[in-house]
């Protein structure tokens, strides 16, 4: 731990929180299921992909890699920056220990069920 | 909406207007624009790096299934261009965000004059597209030794 208290420190002297990000575009959506999570993150393995839930907050985190060969030189780049973050916030209706998280093709998909008090449901009216 | 520079986009109102200057001034900045290669849009957005041997294009690209990109190489021109459809939604379900780009894409790049078109080869790799195409023989750097 430094001064300040961060456990990370990358080896420029920041730590993860304060790089630049890109913000990972992303598609939101619900169905009976719950809420489920499509983030694009290109070059991104499962090994450099974190996901946390702290209290609220939902957090992705990547690293992209390309291989390339070592003497190849940027001359125009229009993605720079490798890390990608985005956090949301999930309020109390959402089962946080059962998110599922699966990656293919450089696309992350969350489910995010809801809890079962919180699921919707239908109730039949009985006509006395 | 117009993709060319000095064609008539007959935009009716003034905020159109400016929006189309800003469109012009974003897509003219960046890759140099010919006639072939207006870029339409950002995505995918594209790296580019040359090394001693080689020209290497990543397009970062995710969701799509590989054999629904195709990348073509004509006369000097890298044409990237797929499509990518979404998963239908369930009758009940709704969308909150819809921020990732959907639908038919195409991306075309002027390569420099001294690649190799028969030498090319493309992966598709965690969501990015890496075609790397090799320089001609003739065109490498070569020490000329002084007498």
Same mark, same amino acid.
Request: glycine fraction near 10%; aromatic fraction near 6%.
């Given at each position: 731990m430094n001064e300040r208290n961060e456990f990370v420190v990358e080896q420029d002297g920041r730590s993860k929180e304060q790089r630049p990000a890109n913000l990972p575009a992303v598609d939101i959506f619900e169905d009976a299921t719950g809420v489920t999570v499509l983030a694009d993150l290109p070059g991104v393995t499962k090994d450099r992909l974190n996901i946390k839930v702290e209290s609220e907050m939902l957090v992705i985190e990547g690293e992209a890699s390309v291989s390339v060969p070592a003497d190849v030189r940027l001359v125009?780049? *229009?993605?720079?920056?490798p890390l990608f973050r985005r956090s949301f916030r999930l309020g109390? *209706?959402? @089962?946080? @220990?059962?998110i599922t998280a699966s990656l293919k093709y450089g696309v992350l998909t969350l489910q995010v069920p809801r809890i079962r008090e919180a699921q919707p449901r239908q109730i039949p009216v009985t006509v006395a | 909406m117009a993709n060319y520079p000095f064609s008539d986009s007959s935009v009716e109102s003034l905020f159109g207007a400016v929006q189309e200057q800003m469109d012009q001034i974003f897509r003219s900045a960046g890759l140099p624009a010919t006639l072939r290669t207006?870029?339409?849009?950002?995505?995918?957005p594209v790296n580019i790096g040359v090394s001693d041997d080689a020209t290497v294009v990543v397009s970062f690209v995710p969701?799509?299934?590989?054999? =629904?990109l195709k990348v073509s190489m004509e006369k000097g021109l890298l044409t990237i261009s797929g499509t990518r459809k979404m998963p239908a939604l369930s009758e009940n379900g709704r969308y909150y965000a819809r921020e990732r780009a959907e639908g038919d894409f195409t991306r075309v790049i002027e390569l420099p =004059? $001294?690649? $190799?078109? $028969?030498n090319v080869e493309a992966r598709y790799v965690d969501g990015c597209l890496l075609i790397s195409i090799k320089k001609k023989e003739s065109s490498k750097p070569r020490l000329i030794a002084i007498q």
């Open positions: 125009h780049g *229009e993605l720079r920056e109390p *209706e959402f @089962d946080k @220990d059962a | 207006m870029p339409r849009g950002r995505f995918p969701g799509i299934e590989p054999d =629904a =004059a $001294d690649v $190799d078109p $028969d």
